[in-house]
C-alpha cells in the first residue's frame, strides 16, 4: 500500500464547535428536531438515554449512501466489510466474523423485523426514512443477538398528499447508473400506498486483466410497496411486500503485496526464472512458471496468465472470474391498535433470500481451484407488544417475540484445472529434506493426481426456533429523574448438521476412501465428516438505566445492562471438532486435521454514562457517550491457514472509549455536523488466534498447529479515534433557485483490517472528503447535482488476509484484499411532484 501521512489534527474539530458557536451564531438560526423511535416510541433524539445515531433517507440520497458499507463512513465505531466468502459488521469492536452459521452481533431490523443473516446486510438500500445505529447491547427491546449494537432502518410511509419522485444519477468513469421511482398518496380516505422501485448496475473501478474487464459489475433491482390502512378509528395496519436482487460480477479483490517462498521445493532457481530479478521465487513467479519443465519424467503443462504477476495494489487484478447472484423477498405486517390510552402492536415478518456465488478462491489468474455456494434461508418471526402511555408515575413496554427460522448451506472446493494436480507432483516427486514440513506424499510423484477434477461437497442445515418476553419499565421519579428497568428472557432451540465427502466434480462420482484422503488433508485441511446436534439454551438479559434532566438545556444517563447471543453451528469447518489423522503411516508429515462444530453462547457487561445538551438556544447540540464492555467467550471465525474457517470462543475481551456527536446552525445558511469516536479494544483471554507469518517467524507457534496467543491484543477495525465533519451551506439564487453545498470530510486514525492482526497489512489513517454541489428550483421540483466520492482518492483496504494454500503449499507469504472504490463523480438529477 502506498504511504499516507497519518491524519492526526481531526481530534481537534469537535472542540472548535464551541468556539465557532460563540462568535458566528445568529439568534434566528435554531436546529430542527430528529424524531427517532430507539426505545420503540417516537421521541427526540435528544431524549433518548442511549448512544445513536441517526441518518436521514435524505442524507443518504445526498451522499449516495446505497448500502451499509456506504453508511459506515458517517457513523464512527461502525465497520461493515465484504471477504471473500462472508460479510463482517463490527460495532465498538465487535462483531461476528466470516461464518455462515453465525447470526450477527450487530442486529438489523428493517421495520422492526429482524434481519440477522450476514448476506444480507450487502442488499442496497431504498426510499428510507432514517437508519438508526444503536450502539452497545441491545438486548431489551431489539431482542435477537443484538449483543453489540443493532442497526433499525425504517422504510418511508405514504403520505396524506399524492407526491412522485423520480431521481437519475449517472458516474462515467466507473459506469454507474442508478435510476429511482417513487409514487405516494391516498388511494381512499383511509387508504395509502407507496411505491418504490430502484434500479442500479455499474462496470466497476478494478481492472480484471485475465478477463479483459471492468469489476465489480453491479445489477441491481428493488421494489417496494407500502399500504397504510386506517381500518377504524383505533386500527392502524401497515403492508409491506418487496422483491429485490443484487447480482455482482467479479469482485473488489486484489493480491496486494506477495513475498518469496521459504519452500525448498518452489523458492529457488530449479522452479523456473526470477522474473522480478531479487534471487526469489514468490506466489506470482511460482504461478507464472508452471509452464516449465521442473523434474525428470514430471512437467506441468499448463501455463498460468501473465496476469499473475500483477501483486499489489493497483486496482488491478489477475482473476478466473466469479459472480454472486442475489434474491431476496419480503413481506411485513404491522398492527397499531389503540386500546383506551395503551396502545397494542402486532409485526409479523416473513423473509426469504437465496444466493449463488462462485469464488475465484485462489484470488489469482492461475486455475488453482474455486468455490462455490449456494444458500437458501427462511425466516417468520411476530411480535406482540403493549405499550402504556406517557406522563404516569409508571410506564412500561412489554411484549413477547417468536421466531423460527431455517437455514441450507451448500459449498464444494472444486479443482477445475490440471495446474495444482501437477504443482503438487512436482512436490511429491522432488520433495523437501527429510524432517522439514514440506507438503509430501510418497515421493512417487503422482499425489496430485488424486485431486483432479476434485469436488468437496459440504451440507450444511441449522433449525431455530426462538420464544422470548420482555418488559421495559420506566418509573418518573420526578419532573427530572427516571429510571428505566427493564429485562428479556429468551429460550432457544437449534438443530444443525454438516457432511463434508469427496466426489469428481465432472460426474458427480463419489471419490472411494484411500489416498485422496491423505492428499487432501495435507494440501486442503480438509478430511471426510458427518456430524448433527442439537442445542438448547435459555438466557436472561437485564438492563438498568438511570435518567436525569439536569437542566432545561440538558440530560444525562448511566446504564448497566448484559447481552447475550446464542451459540450455534459452524457451517465452514473442513473438519470434526477432534484432532484427526486421516493418514497416520504418514510419519515425514503427519497431516492432523483439527476442526469445529458447536459454538457456544457470547454474553457481555456493559457499563455506560452519557449525556445530551441542546445549547446557544436551540442552535446547537453536543452528545457525549463513555462506554466500558466486557466479553466473556466470545464467538471468533479462525482462518484455518488452508481453505476453512473453525469458529469457537475466545476466552474474554474488553471494549471501552468515547463517543461525542453534534449539530450546529452557524447561520440561517450554514449547518456543521460533526462525530467523533476514540476506542481501545483488548482481548483479555484468548489463547486460540490464527497465527500471522511474523508470528511463526518469530517461533511462537512451535507446534505448527497454527494457533497463537492473541491475549493483550486488539482487534479487527479497531481504530484509535475516527470520526466526521460536514458542512452544509444553502442559499438562494434566484425568485425559486436555490443552492446547496454539502462537504463531508471522514476521518479515521491506522486500523488492521486483517482476522490475525498481521502487522504488515496496517492500514494508515486517512481522511477522505465526500461532496455535493447542487441547483434545485423549488416550485418546478428540479433538481442537478454534482456528487463527488473519496475526492482525495485515498487507496483503502477494507478486508485482508492470507491467500489461500500461497503459504501452506508453496511457503510464500501472499496477501490479497477487498480495495474500496477510488474518486468518483456522478451527475444527479431529480424530479419531485406533489
Known sequence: MRNKPRFRHGVALLPLVAGIAAGSVQAAAVLEEVIVTATLRAESLQDVPVSVNAVSGEKMMEAGIDKIEDLQAYVPNLTMSETGIGTNIYVRGIGSGINQGFEQSVGMYFDGVSYGRAQLSRAPFLDLARVEVLRGPQNILFGKNSVAGALSLHSQRPGMEFEGMVSGLYEPTHGERTIDVVLSGPLTDRLGARLAIRKRDMDGYI???????????????????????????????????????????????????????????????????????????????????????????????????????????????????????????????????????????????????????????????????????????????????????????????????????????????????????????????????????????????????????????????????????????????????RLNVGGRYSSETKEGSRSLDFENNKTGERLPNGEVDSVVAINFSAERHNLEGKRDESNFSPSVNLQWDFSDWGMSYFTWSKGFKSGGFDARSNGSPAANNPDPGNVQNPPTIIGSFAYEEEKSTSYEIGAKTTLLDGAAELNIAMFYTEFDDLQISIFDGTLGFNVGNAGAAETMGLELDGRLAITEKLMMTGALAFLDFEFTDFKNGQCNHVQVRNGQDPDGDRLCDFTGETNQYVADFSGNIGLVYTTPVADSLEFRGGLDIVFTDDYNPTQNLDPTQEQDGYAMINGRLALSDFEDGWELALVGKNLTDEEVVNYANDTPLANSIFGSVNHYGFVARPRSIGLQAVYRWY
Not at 342 to 352: D, K, W, Y
Request: glycine content about 8%.
Open 207 to 481: 481492472e480484471n486483466l485475465t478477463l479483459d474487464q471492468d469489476e465489480p459489475e453491479r445489477d441491481e433491482g428493488t421494489a417496494r410497496l407500502i399500504l397504510d390502512w386506517a381500518a377504524t378509528d383505533d386500527l392502524q395496519a401497515m403492508f409491506k411486500f418487496e422483491v429485490g436482487k443484487f447480482d455482482v460480477t467479479g469482485r473488489q479483490i486484489e493480491i496486494i503485496n506477495d513475498q518469496n517462498s521459504t519452500s525448498p521445493v518452489f523458492g529457488n532457481s530449479a522452479f523456473g526464472p526470477d522474473v522480478n530479478g531479487d534471487g526469489g521465487r514468490n506466489y506470482s513467479e511460482i504461478l507464472f512458471n508452471t509452464n516449465a519443465a521442473l523434474a525428470p519424467g514430471v512437467g506441468v503443462s499448463i501455463s498460468s496468465d501473465s496476469s499473475v504477476l500483477n501483486n499489489e495494489l493497483d486496482y488491478k487484478r489477475s482473476s478466473n472470474g466469479d459472480f454472486s447472484n442475489n434474491d431476496t423477498q419480503n413481506f411485513t405486517m404491522n398492527l397499531d391498535y389503540a386500546w383506551g390510552e395503551h396502545t397494542l402492536t402486532a409485526i409479523t415478518g416473513i423473509m426469504s433470500y437465496e444466493y449463488e456465488e462462485l469464488c475465484d478462491c485462489d484470488f489469482t489468474g492461475a486455475e488453482l481451484f474455486k468455490v462455490e455456494f449456494e444458500e437458501e434461508y427462511t425466516q417468520i418471526s411476530q411480535e406482540f407488544r403493549i405499550a402504556s402511555p406517557v406522563g404516569n408515575f409508571v410506564e412500561y413496554i412489554g411484549g413477547l417475540y417468536l421466531h423460527k427460522s431455517e437455514l441450507d448451506f451448500y459449498d464444494s472446493i472444486l479443482v477445475t484445472s490440471n495446474v495444482l494436480p501437477d504443482l503438487i507432483n512436482f512436490a511429491d516427486a522432488i520433495g523437501p529434506p527429510p524432517g522439514s514440513r514440506g507438503r509430501i506424499q510418497d515421493g512417487a510423484g503422482d499425489a496430485g493426481d488424486e485431486i483432479r477434477d476434485l469436488g468437496t461437497p459440504r451440507e450444511f442445515t441449522t433449525d431455530t426456533e426462538l420464544w422470548s418476553t420482555f418488559l421495559q419499565l420506566t418509573f418518573n421519579l420526578s419532573d427530572t429523574l
